[in-house]
């Protein structure tokens, strides 16, 4: 069966740390790009990062930059999340998700955006 | 960044009636090279994670029901749902993946009448 399935979320304090692991299945993980979207507590949806097949690009929102680090171990078929200096405002279902891509023409090309999602892990920081 | 705005924020339809969506960029996710309009939609039922329903503006994924249809170019889009079905009460977000970082729509929470 294709699919993502997250783990790691948990309560922690403002400062605090957590990492977020997501481990794909059914698919060919290392062709893909993968991305982190979250979703506070009733509200929209925000993509968090993204990361190349090898792993030698990664994006970040700029909310989280210099605190969030993703990252991938395509042997272990599993897409990462670090969180560090987690705030308030990061309080959040994290979603893992595939960016898409278009094989159609013979050549593959990604696409950002996302064909599978996990259902997600929550993040709770408080004191 | 680019801005992603919905309307309306809520919407009531009747069973077997139109439901319009709209979605509007604050600057053209339309790729000039390719003529491809970088912009999705996805449902997201209470508890679930969000579904992919169409991408590149107008094609539907596969599997979803020929009911939804996506339209639009530029800076304006719009997602319909011909005749809407008990199952269809979601709530419904349009992305563009033009660049980074890709935004969401603040969703639009679509009931039945």
């Known amino acids: 069966e294709v699919q993502l399935v997250e783990s790691g979320g948990g309560l922690v304090q403002p400062g605090g740390s957590l990492r977020l692991s997501c481990a794909a299945s059914?698919?060919?993980?290392?062709?893909?790009?993968m991305s982190w979207v979250r979703q506070a507590p009733g509200k929209g949806l925000e993509w968090v990062a993204n990361?190349?097949?090898?792993?030698?690009?990664?994006y970040y929102v700029d909310s989280v930059k210099g605190r969030f680090t993703i990252s991938r171990d395509n042997a272990k078929n599993s897409l990462y999340l670090q969180m560090n200096s987690l705030r308030a405002e990061d309080t959040a279902v994290y979603y893992c998700a595939r960016d898409s891509d278009d094989c159609s023409g013979g050549t593959c090309y990604s696409y950002w955006y996302f064909d599978l999602w996990g259902r997600g892990t929550l993040v709770t920081v408080s004191s | 960044d680019i801005v992603m705005t919905q309307s309306p924020d809520s919407l009531a339809v009747s069973l077997g009636e139109r439901a319009t969506i709209n979605c509007k960029s604050s600057q053209s996710i339309l790729y000039s090279s390719n003529n491809k309009n970088y912009l999705a939609w996805y449902q997201q039922k209470p508890g679930q994670p969000p579904k992919l329903l169409i991408y590149w503006a107008s094609t539907r994924e596969s599997g979803v029901p020929d009911r939804f249809s996506g339209s639009g170019s530029g800076t304006d889009f719009t997602l319909t749902i011909s005749s809407l079905q008990a199952e269809d009460v979601a709530v419904y977000y349009c992305q563009e993946y033009f660049r980074t970082p890709y935004t969401f729509g603040q969703g639009t929470n679509l009931e039945i009448k």
């Open positions: 990361i190349k097949q090898d792993g030698s690009e990664k």
């Open positions: 059914g698919f060919t993980f290392s062709s893909y790009w």
